[in-house]
């Protein structure tokens, strides 16, 4: 079964320093997705891709984020710099016409 | 905007029980219901979806949901649950003709006791 990558799993950062996640969705799939889940939350959109342009990125936090899907394949979205409360799980996911979406297992980002 | 609202923050089960998990949404127009599940320390699946049809859903593992357009409502319910079950279940809806964009509800923590 195809699945939607995502690397690292976890990742531990100190408050103002940069970090990035990285999302290779299912091959042939246009539309990806970011999302951040807090914990105990669902999760909230925060950028969505249609090939390499940016359909959506209105939640997006662009003083510290941004995010980038160059070649219309995979994606990184950056954080920069990283703040307390950016700690969650921030989840990459993939979808065709006609179908739900494909969800990877998400970096776990922890800022300390 | 469109919400998509679950009550029921936890819910504690003993197996065998049935369950039912409420979600309603707030939208007049045309929607994609989704139910999914995350089991502890996995990602995201898909249960089952509703796009058109038939207003009852099967899905895997045995759930079910039913459409009832007249109330807003997409409830996931199964039988009889298993320790297996344990896990947060999120409803989530996608307007037809939008983006596509999934909006999650807040989830509802299922735990059922051995």
């Known amino acids: 079964e195809a699945e939607v990558a995502q690397s690292p799993r976890y990742k531990i950062t100190e408050k103002s320093q940069a970090v990035a996640f990285w999302c290779d969705p299912i091959?042939?799939?246009?539309?990806l997705y970011w999302y951040r889940q807090i914990l105990g939350q669902g999760p909230e959109l925060l950028v969505q891709?249609?090939?390499?342009?940016?359909?959506?990125d209105s939640q997006l936090p662009k003083d510290r984020f941004s995010a980038e899907r160059l070649k219309g394949v995979d994606s990184t979205l950056k954080i920069q710099p990283a703040e307390l409360g950016d700690s969650a799980m921030y989840l990459c996911a993939s979808s065709a016409e006609g179908e739900g979406y494909t969800f990877g297992s998400g970096t776990r980002l922890t800022v300390v | 905007a469109q919400s998509v609202s679950q009550h029921n923050h936890h819910v504690i089960l003993s197996e065998a029980a049935s369950l039912e998990l409420g979600c309603n949404y707030s939208?007049?127009?045309?929607?994609?219901l989704f139910w999914y599940v995350q089991y502890p320390g996995q990602h995201l699946q898909l249960l089952l979806k509703?796009?058109?049809?038939?207003?009852l859903v099967k899905g895997i593992k045995g759930f079910e949901a039913e459409f009832i357009k007249s109330k807003f409502s997409f409830n996931l319910r199964k039988p009889s649950v298993q320790w297996s079950d344990t896990a947060e279940y999120f409803c989530?809806?996608?307007?037809?003709?939008?983006?596509?964009?999934?909006?999650f509800g807040s989830g509802t923590q299922l735990t059922v006791l051995p």
């Open positions: 509703y796009f058109s049809g038939d207003p």
């Open positions: 939208y007049g127009g045309t929607v994609n």
């Open positions: 891709f249609q090939d390499e342009s940016v359909v959506d």
């Open positions: 091959s042939g799939h246009a539309t």
């Open positions: 989530a809806v996608i307007l037809s003709g939008s983006a596509r964009q999934l909006t």
